[in-house]
């Protein structure tokens, strides 16, 4: 009887378990776009690697694959907030434009919506703070003299408000991230993201 050559049979071994579950030819650059979804300007991905997979206990032929990574900041932190705070400013300056067009315009009742959601998130978060805030308000932009502007809004005082609501937004998502106030470049935070994958007949593909 023919006896395949150790080498071969390797081989073969790992081909037969790599069906088993999908590459990270497959998986990765689907999860990465997952883990993308964390980015703003001034943050960048590292470190990006498969860490675990797991058969989906409810069907064989569905696999979760998870990888961790580690955001990064490419610029401080206050400079990282105003990076964003500054066009989603502009962006709730159109929002309120548009509110403010007639009554039934349904595009009008969405931009009015999304300027509430946002203004309301930034009211939360401050309150949530207690007498805390202002101390913290100030450190940031003591350490951030574009920030400083930017928040007290001396060029355009009729944008300051909605200037701050944007500020304390972008500022509350990084907390939420896990960034530390006054974080430097190089600082990071580990993170995860995973996609579910079916295996077909044309190989493993991303779950819908």
């Known amino acids: 009887m023919f006896k395949a050559a150790p080498a071969v049979l390797a081989v073969s071994l790992l081909a037969g378990c790599s069906e088993n579950r999908p590459s990270d030819k497959v998986a990765g650059p689907v999860v990465r776009q997952q883990a993308e979804t964390d980015l703003l300007e001034g943050l960048e991905i590292v470190d990006f690697q498969r860490s675990n997979g797991q058969v989906d206990p409810v069907s064989a032929y569905r696999y979760k694959v998870t990888y961790t990574y580690r955001l990064r900041l490419a610029r401080p932190f206050g400079e990282v907030v105003l990076a964003t705070a500054r066009p989603l400013s502009e962006e709730l300056h159109q929002a309120m434009a548009g509110a403010a067009r007639a009554d039934g315009d349904w595009d009008a009742l969405q931009q009015s919506t999304r300027l509430m959601r946002f203004s309301m998130a930034a009211s939360q978060w401050v309150a949530n703070q207690g007498d805390g805030f202002d101390a913290r308000r100030d450190a940031l932009l003591a350490a951030c003299e574009p920030c400083?502007?930017?928040?007290?809004?001396?060029?355009?005082?009729?944008?300051?408000?909605?200037?701050?609501?944007?500020?304390?937004?972008?500022?509350?998502?990084?907390?939420?991230?896990?960034?530390?106030?006054?974080?430097?470049?190089?600082?990071?935070?580990?993170?995860?993201?995973?996609?579910?994958?079916?295996?077909?007949?044309?190989?493993?593909?991303?779950?819908?």
């Open 148 to 208: 400083r502007a930017f928040w007290e809004s001396a060029d355009d005082p009729g944008r300051a408000e909605l200037r701050r609501i944007a500020f304390i937004n972008v500022w509350s998502y990084l907390e939420d991230k896990q960034f530390r106030d006054g974080a430097q470049v190089g600082d990071s935070v580990e993170r995860y993201a995973w996609h579910y994958f079916e295996k077909t007949e044309k190989g493993w593909l991303p779950a819908s």
